[in-house]
């Protein structure tokens, strides 16, 4: 015969075996389900023959039968812990089976009291931790930001940091906010770490307390080894949400920074879609406008001005006095404090924006490229471009002759930010934009900053010409190109002052 069912023979069916396993015939039924429950995770992961299997069937479904109809439980804190093969073990799924079948499961409300009256302690206490890792996490945002800035300035302008010879002083600079970074990143992982250890403390206090607490009961009989240690085990369940919450919640105070600061974009930016897409002329009126950034410094005060299609405006001003800012007020990217901005009649945050985008040409004083193909940085995704459309443009702009001298022609890829190409040549690109979509608006921020004077002349003539039919403002400090305009606005002191250029 087996040896398992001779152990199991005389420990269940025979009455001598009461005497066997330390006369505990409860320590006997948790030793056996316990081993029955190895048994079926080796037959599952390492193979047994069917005859053992089923054999070990047999006795599972004969033992279990018994328990269940010969048990003599008064409370489910009087299972023991069992012991076997010299380690401790505690089957908290078939403890957790024999209380529910047998239904005879005690709270101690006493014990339990001791570990729920942490928890508000604990989240008084967590709050406070949260607080201070979104303040590091902010920090060390602000600091991370600042250090890929700083790596993205000096590679791309490396020429010019060793032609000023400011090497050293560089190194020096990107040292400090490396360290800088450095000290964040420890600050965040010294935060988490105590965060980590104040979630244990109130984890291990309550069991100090209570192992003291169920001792004295024991002492007075009130309770068993047994009953205490399952609490213990199963307060630990109580106790593991509570600190999957809190460690949840600790981790979404990390991110909360860079949330809060999208947040603030979503909520500022208008992504709203207006009704107006009627037909837009050009015509753009301004009337006492006023306008700050965040309620602050006064860049516009109670301006007015008139722009009218076919004719070339100049926007003139010493360095930061808002010419820039006019331009984005203009493209609703902006909205003005006080005042009205119309288009053809119709207030400008009554327009579909992306309508209204589709009908302004911009091009900045900073123009971007995209790392694409000429000719896709030109025509912008408009469909009806011919070939010889596009060939005409490159030779008014000045392009054809340095594309043609290219290996793939138009098809030849700028680079980031179109780093293969110089300051000129990318502003003729961007002015090329301009002659391609030829809409009502035309805003132009200082297009000439990158030409000689002969380019200079030439591309002004080209754009006068082309756009002639268009309303166009052209931003710059350029005489020559301010005198090609026939009205000038002049920005001094918040206010603009209309000036007349010539017939």
């Known amino acids: 015969m087996h040896e398992k069912w001779k152990i199991l023979r005389v420990v269940f069916f025979e009455e001598k075996g009461a005497k066997i396993y330390m006369g505990n015939r409860k320590l006997a039924y948790m030793i056996f389900v316990t081993m029955e429950c190895n048994f ?13 299997w089923s054999m070990n069937i047999d006795i599972a479904d004969k033992v279990i039968a018994f328990i269940l109809t010969n048990s003599d439980f008064d409370k489910a804190d009087e299972i023991e812990i069992a012991f076997h093969g010299g380690e401790p073990l505690l089957n908290f799924d078939i403890i957790k089976y024999i209380i529910l079948k047998l239904n005879k499961s005690v709270i101690r409300w006493d014990l339990l009291l001791l570990i729920i009256i942490m928890q508000p302690i604990a989240n008084i206490v967590q709050k406070k931790m949260r607080k201070k890792n979104e303040k590091i996490s902010n920090y060390n945002r602000e600091n991370l930001s600042e250090l890929f800035s700083a ?14 010879g400011i090497g050293n002083y560089i190194h020096n600079k990107f040292n400090a ?29 309550p069991v100090c307390i209570i192992l003291i607490a169920g001792g004295i009961e024991i002492n007075n009989n009130a309770l068993t080894i047994g009953g205490l240690l399952l609490f213990i085990q199963y307060s630990g369940q109580l106790y593991e949400p509570f600190t999957m919450i809190y460690e949840a919640l600790y981790s979404y105070s990390s991110v909360l920074p860079s949330i809060c600061r999208v947040q603030n974009f979503m909520e500022n930016v208008d992504f709203s879609v207006g ?7 050009g015509r753009i009126e301004i009337n006492n406008m006023s306008f700050s950034y965040d309620n602050s410094k006064k860049i516009f005060e109670n301006v007015s001005m008139l722009f009218l299609p076919r004719n070339v405006y100049a926007i003139f001003g010493e360095s930061g006095c808002g010419k820039s800012t006019l331009c984005k007020i203009l493209l609703g990217l902006w909205d003005i404090d006080r005042g009205c901005i ?37 025509i912008l995704g408009e469909k009806e471009v011919s070939d010889q459309k596009f060939i005409e443009i490159l030779e008014k702009v000045g392009l054809a002759e340095v594309i043609q001298q290219l290996p793939h022609k138009e098809k030849t ?8 190409f110089s300051g000129g040549q990318k502003q003729k690109i961007a002015l090329a934009r301009a002659l391609i979509r030829h809409t009502p608006i035309v805003i132009l921020d ?22 002639s039919d268009s309303t166009l403002i ?6 020559n190109v301010i005198n090609k305009c026939t009205i000038g606005y002049k920005i001094e002191n918040k206010q603009i002052e209309l000036v007349k250029i010539r017939n």
């Open 446 to 467: 200082e297009p000439t900053s990158g030409l000689d004077l002969k380019n200079e002349e030439l591309v002004i003539d080209c754009l006068l010409n082309e756009l």
């Open 474 to 479: 052209i931003i710059s400090h350029t005489d």
């Open 40 to 52: 079926r995770c080796s037959y599952c992961y390492e193979g047994i023959d069917k005859e053992t």
């Open 177 to 205: 906010i490396l360290q800088r970074q450095k000290k964040s990143e420890t600050h965040i992982c010294v935060n988490s770490t105590i965060n980590e250890s104040i979630l244990d403390l109130f984890f291990l206090l």
């Open 342 to 378: 119309y288009i053809d009649g119709i207030d400008i945050k009554e327009y579909d924006k992306e309508y209204l985008r589709k009908n302004i040409t911009y091009i900045s004083q900073d123009c971007f490229l995209f790392n694409d193909s000429i000719y896709s940085n030109i």
């Open 151 to 164: 790596i993205k300035e000096y590679t791309t302008n490396l020429s010019d940091i060793i032609t000023l």
């Open 413 to 420: 890829c700028v680079g980031e930010k179109g780093v293969k």
């Open 275 to 281: 009704k107006g897409k009627a037909r837009i002329n």
